[in-house]
């Protein structure tokens, strides 16, 4: 009989946006060859309302099917924010305890800092379980700089068995806000090779669309935090030095209008493409058509989109905060400071005029799997043998 565990995220597939959090839906999916896995996804009551005449994005088949819940997530917004915990603890208690308590869990994993750590923890002192907590990026670079917050993390930090962070410089940061540096595990995201791997230009030209021009393709949310405006500036600068240059954003969010109006007011409206929300599954011919994959975060945990992209052999232009230095090296990338145009212009262009060995690129892509991070999960929920039973 498999080990059972109850995880608690809010980074997984809506029924509204089936690629939200897609790299939890991999792992979960993977992890359940070994485990017996249900999953709380709480959502908040505000995202059920804006969404509520929104027309379903149906998945494709996997493990997890009928073993996710949707409970909503009630919360007082603004300055009652060190409340978010009590609140999801308390919105996941009276909508999903019977339904917990036929399934009789074993561990209970939180998947984001707060307020997912801090329900959890509160969830498995209830059950009498051991919990365990894995944080991403900006729940610890962001929002555990708020003080009340950042109590409530160090508080759960003294209770779980361990917390998987995705880099080294997240484990630090725990460890500087209070973890104990012994239940702090670094366990890198993997990426399904199967999926993201080098194609042949002749099967890329019977897929999409192919021109001779060099193109720089970003995926991820369309806000501020993630540099896109960055993205554009420099393109605007860089584009007369490279007149067939041409720039893809994958993704939605705010700041989308902004840019379109931007790129109309720069005449490059026919050189940039907004391509909206690419499925998961359609993503490899994109980084395969890519010269560079660019992404100019504020702060990152390791962003999966640049694993994948390396997977597929395609060079990185990205900024040197979070995990990102941890993944990067000479030979398959360069990376600049957060927030300066004229460098990430500057680096654009080295990056477009440099002979990249594309193989080595893959190769080093290769450490990067979800068996190893599988493998590493199980041994801190202590049931590693159930993998070496499946081998």
Excluded at 15 to 26: E, K, V
Excluded at 253 to 281: E, N, S, W, Y
Aim: with cysteine; aromatic share 10%; proline share 7%.
């Amino acid at each position: 009989m498999k080990p059972r565990l109850l995880v608690i995220t809010n980074l997984y597939p809506t029924p509204w946006d089936s690629q939200r959090g897609i790299f939890n839906f991999q792992q979960f999916n993977y992890l359940a060859e070994h485990m017996d896995i249900r999953l709380i996804v709480p959502v908040s009551w505000k995202e059920r309302l804006q969404n509520r005449n929104i027309d379903t994005s149906p998945l494709p088949p996997h493990p997890l099917q009928n073993k996710v819940v949707y409970p909503w997530y009630w919360y007082s917004p603004g300055i009652f924010r060190g409340s978010y915990g009590l609140s999801m603890w308390a919105s996941i208690r009276t909508q999903c305890n019977t339904w917990i308590r036929e399934f009789k869990p074993q561990h209970l994993l939180s998947s984001w800092a707060y307020p997912e750590g801090v329900a959890g923890t509160m969830l498995a002192r209830q059950l009498g379980i051991p919990a365990y907590v894995k944080v991403h990026g900006s729940d610890i670079n962001v929002i555990a700089n708020i003080p009340s917050v950042r109590r409530q993390i160090i508080n759960w930090g003294k209770q779980v068995v361990a917390v998987a962070a995705v880099s080294a410089n997240l484990g630090k940061k725990l460890q500087e806000i209070g973890i104990p540096e012994s239940k702090v595990k670094v366990i890198y995201n993997g990426v399904d090779h199967q999926l993201f791997y080098p194609l042949p230009p002749e099967q890329l030209q019977n897929t999409l669309p192919i021109t001779n021009s060099k193109k720089i393709f970003f995926i991820g949310n369309l806000k501020k935090e993630k540099g896109c405006m960055d993205l554009l500036e420099s393109f605007i600068q860089l584009s007369p030095h490279h007149p067939e240059l041409k720039l893809y954003f994958a993704g939605t969010g705010a700041m989308l209008p902004i840019m379109k109006k931007h790129c109309t007011d720069a005449q490059l409206q026919d050189r940039v493409q907004f391509l909206g929300q690419v499925k998961h599954q359609e993503l490899n011919y994109w980084y395969n058509i890519a010269d560079i994959v660019c992404l100019p975060s504020y702060n990152e945990g390791v962003p999966n989109v640049l694993l994948e992209a390396m997977a597929c052999g395609t060079p990185i232009v990205a900024t040197n905060v979070g995990g990102i230095p941890e993944i990067i090296t000479d030979d398959t990338g360069l990376l600049v400071p957060a927030g300066d145009i004229h460098a990430l212009k500057d680096k654009l262009d080295e990056a477009l005029h440099r002979d990249w060995d594309h193989d080595a690129i893959n190769r080093h892509a290769q450490q990067f799997s979800w068996e190893k991070n599988i493998q590493q999960m199980l041994d801190i929920f202590g049931c590693s043998n159930s993998m070496e039973r499946r081998s």
